[in-house]
């Protein structure tokens, strides 16, 4: 009778211990689903924002050294650094991005000429994709030459007028400004202080590319038996640039 009581006894001792145990994991359960299910809504969410992070990330040149701002305002002509309307079928600028590439399309652009070294594929397989014709110089900024300036008119001589508008771009437009500038005066023969007055309006150039400009003149009257005249002056206090 004791051994039997002792039995009923740790039966009953256990059964409690067991129904404490499921009561518990009972009554933690619905605890356990919350936690899981707010951690798997904290990783989702988490994730969401990167996909947005990068989803939203603007086009980065190779040639931007800054980091690309997380801006939603839609690209226009009017941000491209020093972007200017030289003739009907003249333009040039800064270095544009591939958005500005795209509105440049829509603008007319067929033709390219990037007058900066080094790797240029980026800005040539953008270009070729958009339908454009693409032409590079690379143009010293120490060291400009004469054939950099005949190679610019060899390229400009492929275009025709009615085709559409060509860009001459390069970082800034200083070494466009200039090219567009000589041209207009020595190949298109227009008047020179218009051409300056557009060439000012970008910047005043340094004793080299003063020189440089110069000796495109010099050439040109040599080889066309012409009298032009450059009434640019340097800025000394420049010559760093």
């Not at 989702?44 to 086009?59: M, Q």
């Not at 693409?134 to 400009?156: E, G, K, R």
């Amino acid at each position: 009778m004791a051994f039997h009581l002792s039995l009923n006894f740790e039966q009953t001792e256990e059964s409690c211990i067991m129904k404490n145990v499921t009561s518990r994991v009972v009554n933690l359960t619905p605890l356990l689903i919350l936690f899981l299910c707010s951690l798997a809504l904290t990783k989702a969410s988490s994730a969401a924002s990167y996909v947005n992070v990068f989803v939203n990330l603007p086009a980065y040149s190779a040639q931007d050294t800054s980091s690309p701002a997380m801006d939603n305002t839609p690209t226009t002509l009017d941000s491209l650094t020093n972007f200017q309307t030289n003739s009907n079928t003249m333009l040039s600028s800064g270095l544009p991005s591939p958005a500005h590439l795209l509105l440049l399309k829509q603008e007319g652009v067929v033709r390219v000429i990037d007058l900066i070294p080094g790797n240029r594929s980026e800005e040539i397989s953008i270009v070729n994709e958009l339908g454009m014709q693409y032409h590079n110089i690379p143009v010293a900024w120490t060291n400009p030459q004469v054939s950099d300036f005949l190679n610019y008119s060899a390229y400009m001589s492929l275009h025709r007028p009615e085709e559409g508008k060509v860009l001459t771009h390069c970082k800034l437009n200083w070494r466009g400004a200039v090219f567009t500038y000589l041209y207009r005066i020595t190949v298109l023969s227009e008047d020179e202080k218009t051409a300056k007055q557009d060439l000012l309006a970008i910047w005043q150039p340094n004793s080299t590319w003063f020189a440089f400009m110069n000796k495109v003149i010099e050439h040109h009257n040599a080889a066309n038996q012409t009298r032009i005249v450059t009434t640019v002056e340097p800025n000394l206090d420049a010559q760093n640039q």
